[in-house]
């Protein structure tokens, strides 16, 4: 089974671990100190941001919400193709999730359509870097100042990437990370929240541990705060020296990680053609692709002209049926009963690419053999389809379509 994402793990990150259950210390203590002054210099070593290490990238998202004082009555924009974990975040403050279209080319925020709804309650820009890719994330803060608006990017599938020829972190006003199993680099279970906004990432720091004032600085010197001061609500995402030590060594793999994903990532342009459909537009050499999103021509979709989401979904399953897994980064969260928008515009870009997405398998494990492979199915679908061209019934109780070899 070729699987859609795996983590990368050796003896290194065995030893690391060991290093730290022999220490005795498994909570928040050196490890995650360190990890978080190693991850400032990776972004930029010479002037370094500031950094706050938590339990996953949803933590990360939902303090960096909550340290922007968002709360109930305000509004924040994010675009609909995301992770619900995005719009989690938002709501979990209090704050209201408005959904955003999103650009056809990148899957990314459209900026002309949040512009249509913004509103006097709208605080912040939410921008995903979908797929990897930046989309008009320059001409959106240019947006969020104008309108005065501060932004929180989910650089969740970037870690590792370039943008306006710094590492992603470097420039920006909030900016989080996550470090789940199947992100650039994993810590096992993390996220991070970076900016240049000191009071932002010091109010991260202590909402993190349940919102006692300055707890960080007394972990970091292995002590705890007993006689302690608390001034509003927060929350138990902390990273533990475990995770950290994981995510210590993964940060030292990530150029070869990067390397590796790039190389893939070409390796399945190089295989798929234009009548299969195409990739979402990134600047490959300025991105570490995490997920590889490609978007089924609309002319296979045309096949079936009953169900739009068939081919997809057919596809799907004749790739599972040769042992590749693969996945559908997202539905639209608009469509979810709990983020359903009251807004009377429509989400044709995201329900359009949501009919047509399929993610294929990326993750380090993957030899140029397999994504041939991989490609090579998808062409003998293709090419059946149009052998049966018109049909509506494609596939079903065919037997050429299981198995292919
Ligand atoms: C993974 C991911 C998250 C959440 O990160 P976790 O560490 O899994 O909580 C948020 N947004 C996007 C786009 C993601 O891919």
Redesign the pocket.
């Known amino acids: 089974m070729i699987k859609l994402s795996r983590s990368m793990l050796d003896h290194q990150e065995k030893e690391a671990l060991c290093r730290v259950v022999d220490d005795g210390y498994l909570g928040m203590g050196s490890e995650v100190r360190h990890f978080e002054d190693e991850l400032k210099h990776y972004i930029d070593s010479e002037n370094p941001p500031y950094v706050a290490c938590v339990s996953?990238?949803?933590a990360a998202?939902h303090l960096a919400v909550q340290a922007l004082n968002i709360g109930p009555g305000d509004e924040v924009l994010v675009p609909t193709l995301?992770?619900v974990?995005?719009f989690q975040a938002i709501s979990a403050t209090g704050a209201t999730a408005i959904a955003t279209d999103v650009d056809a080319l990148t899957g990314c925020m459209d900026l002309e359509d949040a512009q249509k709804r913004v509103t006097k309650r709208t605080k912040a820009l939410m921008p995903?870097h979908y797929g990897s890719g930046y989309g008009q994330l320059n001409e959106l803060y240019a947006f969020a100042k104008r309108q005065n608006l501060r932004v929180i990017e989910?650089a969740?599938?970037s870690f590792g990437g370039v943008f306006n020829g710094q590492k992603v972190g470097a420039s920006g006003d909030v900016i989080c990370f996550?470090?789940?199993g199947i992100?650039n680099i994993t810590c096992g279970?993390g996220?991070a929240v970076v900016s240049r906004d000191q009071a932002v990432i010091q109010k991260v720091s202590d909402l993190r541990l349940l919102g006692v004032v300055h707890d960080t600085q007394q972990r970091y010197q292995g002590k705890r705060s007993f006689d302690l001061e608390v001034e509003e609500q927060g929350w138990r995402y902390h990273m533990s020296n475990l995770n950290a030590a994981i995510g210590r060594v993964q940060l030292q793999k990530i150029e070869q990680f990067a390397e590796k994903r790039r190389h893939l990532y070409k390796t399945y342009l190089k295989f798929l053609s234009p009548d299969m459909g195409k990739p979402l537009q990134i600047d490959i050499e300025n991105a570490v692709p995490h997920p590889f999103i490609f978007i089924l021509s609309r002319d296979l979709q045309n096949k079936n002209p009953h169900d739009k989401r068939f081919i997809r979904d057919e596809l799907r399953q004749f790739l599972q049926e040769n042992n590749i897994e693969t996945g559908l980064h997202y539905k639209p969260n608009h469509l979810l009963k709990f983020y359903a928008q009251k807004t009377p515009h429509p989400f044709p870009v995201a329900e359009d690419l949501w009919d047509r997405m399929i993610t294929l398998p990326l993750h380090c494990h993957l030899s140029d053999g397999d994504v041939e492979h991989i490609c090579f199915l998808i062409q003998l679908f293709v090419s059946n389809l149009s052998k049966v061209s018109g049909s509506s019934t494609i596939f079903s109780s065919s037997s050429d379509k299981k198995q292919a070899s």
Do not use: I, P, Q, R
């Open positions: 996953t990238g949803t998202l995301t992770y974990a995005s995903v989910d969740a599938h996550s470090f789940d992100k279970e996220g």
